[in-house]
């Protein structure tokens, strides 16, 4: 995550950030969570920061900041690099794993599966491995589908949706939510909330966006579907799949025309937009602190509202799904959990 006020040259601590950040990727891949969350925490106190962190003590007196983590911001800062991150990317299992974790879609599981199998480049696996759809084209894509998305283009592709679903119905409102929405100066794809007034079941937005789809494929604008939308499955109401900027008729920048962007919709009925605009702007950190907020305070809060608790029979059973106490309205939601409303610039952690 970059965050949004992501200037390397003005931050004091941004060599630390950087190398920090790349350590936490590799955790994150290698589905190392609990490492990956504490470098995702510290990296965070470390954006706040004014002053450049240069020794253990100073980085352990930090919030978040555990003492190995503390050591390691000491050794970026003298030597500018981390043995342990060398250790992996000098690893040449390592290094093949990092390389199959980042095609599009792959987890641990099939990475590993692909090693044991003796493959050890994306060369052996268009040649020889038994590949899904997805996972052939995340390959063939595979420089484009891991090259951020500068803020820019996200504004540019996001208009270029928006027109072309004026022309469908004027009253569908589309937002682009995720790491846009809280200001990041780039994202890894476009997150698209889809709604419209006096709507109450996703469903009722599928005629909707079908023909979206159809017309911005026809266009040329939507190139690849990872993941159809299925108008039976009430919650299976999302649309994912690859976009590309086509080329301007007149003047506008050349950034990034050509090169194959990740794009998400998701419909969203009036009745839940609220809950569904805090999941879809995250981040995952914060999303995760505002659901365990609610259920300290007797509710449950997901994608589709807050809701009272959950009444369980004997046995845990699931009595009710809980009485929905807020849905529709974001600031509303963080007024019922008692917190002070934060903007989705400060949504970060
Ligand atoms: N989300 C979540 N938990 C997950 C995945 C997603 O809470 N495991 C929510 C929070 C995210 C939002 O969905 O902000 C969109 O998911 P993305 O994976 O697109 O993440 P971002 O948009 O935040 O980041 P990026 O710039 O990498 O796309
Ligand atoms: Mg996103
Ligand atoms: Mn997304």
Redesign the pocket.
């Known amino acids: 995550?970059?965050s949004p006020t992501t200037n390397s040259n003005s931050n004091p601590n941004a060599r630390t950030i950087e190398v920090l950040q790349a350590m936490c990727d590799y955790y994150s891949r290698i589905n190392d969570h609990w490492r990956t969350m504490a470098y995702r925490k510290a990296i965070s106190t470390l954006r706040r920061q004014t002053v450049r962190i240069t020794t253990e003590d100073e980085a352990y007196r930090l919030p978040n900041v555990g003492r190995r983590l503390a050591q390691k911001i000491e050794e970026i800062v003298q030597t500018n690099r981390l043995q342990r991150l060398e250790y992996a990317q000098g690893n040449p299992t390592d290094q093949v794993l990092d390389t199959f974790l980042k095609v599009y879609g792959v987890g641990l599981s099939t990475a590993n599966k692909w090693i044991s199998q003796g493959y050890r480049t994306l060369q052996d696996l268009i040649d020889k491995a038994d590949l899904t759809t997805n996972q052939r084209l995340g390959i063939e894509h595979y420089e484009d589908l891991n090259t951020?998305?500068p803020r820019n283009e996200v504004t540019e592709l996001g208009d270029y949706v928006k027109t072309e679903a004026r022309k469908i119905d004027s009253r569908v409102e589309l937002l682009v939510?995720?790491?846009?929405r809280?200001g990041?100066e780039?994202?890894?794809?476009?997150?698209f909330i889809v709604t419209k007034r006096g709507t109450s079941s996703a469903g009722d937005l599928v005629p909707f966006l079908e023909e979206l789809i159809r017309v911005l494929t026809e266009k040329g604008f939507l190139v690849a579907t990872l993941a159809a939308l299925h108008s039976r499955e009430r919650s299976g109401s999302k649309w994912h799949g690859c976009c590309v900027l086509p080329h301007a008729e007149k003047g506008g920048g050349e950034n990034g025309r050509g090169i194959w962007r990740?794009i998400?919709f998701l419909l969203v009925p009036e009745t839940e937009y609220g809950a569904a605009l805090i999941?879809?702007?995250?981040?995952?950190i914060?999303?995760?602190s505002m659901r365990l907020l609610a259920s300290k305070k007797g509710m449950r809060l997901n994608q589709r509202g807050l809701y009272r608790e959950v009444i369980r029979g004997r046995g845990g059973m699931k009595v009710t799904e809980g009485e929905l106490v807020e849905g529709r309205d974001e600031k509303r939601i963080f007024e019922i959990l008692g917190v002070k409303w934060r903007e989705p610039t400060e949504r970060w952690c």
């Open positions: 995550d970059a951020r998305i939510g995720g790491s846009y809280r990041s780039s994202s890894g794809d476009i997150d990740r998400d999941y879809f702007t995250g981040n995952d914060f999303n995760r």
